[in-house]
Structure formats: C-alpha cells, structure tokens
C-alpha cells in the first residue's frame, strides 16, 4: 500500500503519466475493498489523505487533459478512508487530515471547482442569450 502510494507521489505530470496513473488509482481502489486496507489508509502514519490530494490538485489543475474518472477515482478512495475515519475518534480523524498544506489544499480545490462551475455557466448564459438574439 505504502509503495502505491510512493508511486502516486513520483507522478508529477498526470497527462504524460496517465497509464501509470490509471493502474495505481485502480489497485488503490481494489485495495479498499479490504477492511484491513481500509485500516491501513486511515491510520495517520500512512499520510494517505495528504498524498491523495496533492494527486487530485494535480489532476483538476491539468484541466482537460486529464480525465475527470481519475479524480472521481482519487475522491472515491478518500470517501472510503474518511468515512472509516469518521468512526474513530477525533484525534485520529484530525491527524488523518492534518497535511503540510493545511487549509491550502481546501482553498486550491475550491477555486477549480469555482472556476470549473463558472465556465458551465458562462457558457450556459452565452447559449440562451444567443437564442434571444438570432
């Protein structure tokens, strides 16, 4: 788990490692269909919460190039991980979560969700007043 891990850290560049990045996604995914993985993501010493955002950050900053399944992946791993982190008590949960980052990563993936919604808007807003004016 800890090597998958290790390999998603190396991968920098999500376009150009986009088949490396597709198998390690889906073995961490095949991995957390086994409690003792799911165990093992959530304990802190593993830092598999601050590994996958930085993944995901990667991920929706390449934009379309990336594709949108590897991210709904990486969201789907850390929804397994948090959920069984939720049932533990606070400390273990805040130190799952406690990153170098901080509250950085929350501010950096909101702004691409922000701006990812705006666009759909803008472009739903141009389509309907281009109706109005043809």
């Known amino acids: 788990m800890q090597i998958l891990l290790r390999r998603l850290l190396c991968v920098k560049n999500v376009v150009r490692s986009k088949p490396l990045l597709q198998v390690l996604l889906k073995l961490l995914l095949l991995c957390t269909k086994v409690r003792s993985n799911q ?4 304990s802190p010493q593993v830092g598999s919460i601050e590994v996958l955002l930085a993944t995901a950050e990667r991920c929706l900053s390449a934009g379309k190039a990336a594709e949108p399944r590897l991210t709904e992946q990486i969201l789907a791993i850390m929804e397994t991980i948090l959920t069984l982190a939720a049932d533990k008590p ?7 979560t406690r990153t170098d980052k901080g509250a950085a990563h929350v501010h950096d993936l909101l702004q ?10 803008r472009q739903f807003c141009y389509f309907h007043l281009s109706l109005y004016f043809i």
Do not use: G, K, R, S
């Open 90 to 96: 606070l400390d273990h949960f805040l130190q799952l």
């Open 112 to 121: 691409f969700v922000t701006a990812e919604v705006n666009l759909i808007l």
């Open 39 to 42: 165990e093992l993501l959530a």
